[in-house]
């Protein structure tokens, strides 16, 4: 149980389009949804935590209006990365939690490459 | 505030040898651990967690950690490793009951495992 899945998988596009990846947990009612970026050979580092039906919280540094996320259902979440640019190549991925009291335990999507050209 | 140290970034040892990852964590109220594992171009993959209870904790694959309060440790550990076991390690702290998304991670420590 306890599954996640992210699509796509790996994505290439060119810099100044817009990329959708989609965070889906698919055995359970994720209240919160959290997303992550990791670097080359580098930890995770947390971009964003959204609950189902209102606004995403962003962590410092990470810019609002590039990196969208809704939170639409209890079961899926998307990023959106406006006018991509190269520096925003990364492995993105993204993490559900059920959401019972107190217990905190995230569970990890396989991650999106994203390339920029 | 939580923070999580790894002590050595690659750690390598030889296939059957013990596998020792190290784990520092700092925390003012008792901590949740966890360790990860995550292999080349995948999410990541619990290994084991520890919330309450008793403090050495088995997980997949042959792994088992330690939580020692006194030392504020939980290194992971495997008896013997498997070409298998060579990915890269996280080691990860939150707290019950916190805010989402405190989940803190160390730099990760790749583990190379020699024939």
């Known amino acids: 149980g306890a599954v996640v899945s992210q699509h796509p998988s790996w994505v290439i596009c060119k810099s100044g389009t817009s990329v959708k990846i989609e965070c889906r947990s698919l055995d359970f009612q994720a209240t919160t949804m959290f997303w992550y970026r990791q670097f080359p050979k580098q930890s995770l580092m947390l971009m964003a935590t959204?609950?189902?039906?209102?606004?995403?919280?962003?962590e410092q540094g990470v810019e609002k209006d590039k990196f969208l996320i809704n939170h639409a259902s209890l079961t899926l979440s998307t990023l959106t990365v406006t006018s991509a640019h190269p520096e925003d190549s990364s492995f993105y991925i993204c993490?559900?939690?059920?959401?019972?009291?107190?217990?905190?335990?995230?569970?990890f999507g396989p991650g999106t490459r994203l390339t920029v050209l | 505030a939580q923070s999580v140290t790894q002590l050595g970034s690659h750690v390598s040892v030889s296939e059957g040898a013990l596998v020792l990852l190290r784990c520092n964590y700092s925390s003012s109220v008792p901590p949740y651990l966890f360790w990860y594992v995550q292999y080349p171009n995948q999410g990541l993959q619990l290994l084991l967690k520890?919330?309450?209870?008793?403090?050495l904790v088995k997980g997949i694959n042959g792994f088992e950690a330690e939580f020692k309060k006194s030392e504020t440790s939980f290194h992971l550990t495997k008896p013997s490793a498997h070409m298998s076991d060579a990915a890269e390690y996280f080691c990860?702290?939150?707290?019950?009951?916190?805010?989402?998304?405190?989940?803190?991670f160390g730099k990760g420590t790749k583990l190379s495992v020699k024939p």
């Open positions: 990860a702290v939150t707290v019950y009951g916190g805010s989402q998304g405190n989940l803190i």
């Open positions: 520890y919330t309450t209870g008793a403090t």
């Open positions: 959204s609950n189902e039906g209102s606004k995403a919280t962003y």
């Open positions: 993490s559900a939690t059920p959401g019972t009291s107190g217990s905190n335990e995230q569970f």
